[in-house]
């Protein structure tokens, strides 16, 4: 997660990390990114039931009731154990995890136990009533996915309408006085209505968005061939870090964030030095902060039938079962291999990743994109768009 806004538009500084020691407990949550004890924020798949049926879908999800999902009481257990662990965050997704007819039980309970709770929905099941017990729970943020304008979002969706009543939601959060943001998945069906987005953000006064890059995961892994090459992907990139700079100059200080591609990082800090900004060294700090990808570290998956992943992408590999086990144990059991280097990638990594200079800052990016495109999750990632001279490989000097 890099932070565009924060860092290139100047609204956070080394020094606002350092004044609360770092600690994930301790630091409010614009950032919590930069973290240094990464304890893991935790995606928690509460359902896999799902009212739309997306293209993209890791979960591969569906209208339909699945068996072996955690009960109330199996997710209340799981909660306790996260806030005594020191988890900063829960994430309640699914599927949808506004169908799981306990969400506001166990989301109000997460807020009790001094856990951030937040929702990643499709957005369409929020109504005017919801939004309130969203409220009144003490809900922290509700993050809508929208992949692009109603046409194309709804084709994204597999249900026409999707988008309106998406934006319906949102308006409804934003009455109840919930942050509210947008959450947009980048391939090449949807790369051209990035500014459309943006044009969202200022006519609905949204006051987040989140621009995911592409994971292959799930149904995903069949939108590999409509992932973006490394010049649009750069492009896109310098256009959402124009267009974020030219709200922060209107005065319209939007929170914009570029999700599942650390390369960003980099690439952002390059480009101020090519600008002869005067904040890159600083902006470099905060991404050494950071530490690029943390699947396995500072950010885990819990399934709807209690499995642990690395993240909500690796959903393949399960190091255990919160039904048999604590999570806090199996995230620190280091006797699966795995999950002792994802712990510590950097001896593992192969081939340019290995040798580049900006390793402690991206954190070798996503594994599991690299396994799923070579079959090797040791490999590159070939989501990096970096040149070799721009990472400093002697052959590429």
Same mark, same amino acid.
């Given at each position: 997660m890099i932070g565009i806004s924060k860092l290139y538009c100047g609204t956070v500084e080394p020094s606002d990390v350092l004044r609360y020691g770092s600690a994930s407990k301790k630091l409010p949550s614009h950032l919590l990114q930069f973290s240094a004890d990464k304890k893991p924020v935790v995606v928690w798949n509460c359902t896999r039931r799902c009212n739309l049926r997306c293209v993209h879908c890791y979960a591969q999800s569906a209208d339909q009731e699945y068996s072996g999902e955690m009960t109330t009481a199996e997710g209340l257990a799981l909660l306790e154990d996260l806030a005594e662990f020191g988890s900063p965050v829960v994430l309640f997704s699914g599927g949808e995890p506004l169908m799981r007819k306990d969400l506001l039980e166990l989301?109000?309970?997460?807020?009790?136990?001094?856990?951030?709770? /937040?929702?990643?929905?499709?957005?369409?099941?929020?109504?005017?009533?919801?939004?309130?017990?969203?409220?009144?729970?003490?809900?922290?943020? /509700?993050? /809508?996915?929208?992949?692009?304008?109603?046409?194309?979002n709804d084709k994204f969706r597999g249900l026409k309408g999707a988008f309106a009543k998406a934006l319906t939601g949102i308006r409804n959060c934003l009455k109840a006085g919930i942050k509210v943001g947008l959450r947009f998945t980048i391939n090449k069906r949807n790369v051209a209505d990035v500014p459309d987005i943006f044009s969202l953000l200022r006519d609905e006064n949204i006051p987040r968005v989140c621009f995911y890059h592409l994971v292959y995961a799930g149904r995903g892994s069949a939108l590999m061939k409509e992932d973006l090459n490394h010049e649009q992907t750069r492009g896109v990139v310098d256009l959402i870090i124009d267009r974020t700079a030219g709200l922060h100059k209107q005065g319209l200080a939007k929170e914009v964030l570029t999700v599942d591609n650390h390369t960003d990082g980099p690439y952002l800090y390059l480009r101020m030095l090519r600008e002869n900004n005067p904040r890159a060294k600083d902006v470099m700090e905060l991404l050494r902060m950071n530490g690029g990808n943390s699947s396995g570290r500072g950010i885990g998956c819990v399934s709807w039938d209690g499995a642990v992943h690395a993240d909500q992408f690796w959903r393949h590999v399960t190091f255990g079962n919160v039904k048999e086990r604590r999570f806090s144990r199996i995230w620190t059991d280091l006797s699966n291999p795995l999950m002792a280097k994802l712990k510590d990638k950097r001896p593992h990594l192969k081939g340019r990743c290995a040798a580049c200079k900006f390793l402690d800052v991206c954190g070798g990016n996503f594994r599991v994109r690299a396994e799923a495109a070579t079959g090797d999750l040791w490999a590159p990632d070939p989501a990096c768009y970096l040149s070799d001279t721009e990472i400093g490989l002697e052959e590429g000097i």
């Open positions: 989301a109000g309970r997460a807020v009790k136990l001094g856990l951030r709770a /937040v929702i990643s929905t499709n957005g369409t099941l929020i109504d005017a009533k919801r939004a309130e017990q969203l409220r009144e729970i003490g809900l922290s943020y /509700v993050g /809508v996915s929208l992949d692009g304008m109603q046409q194309i």
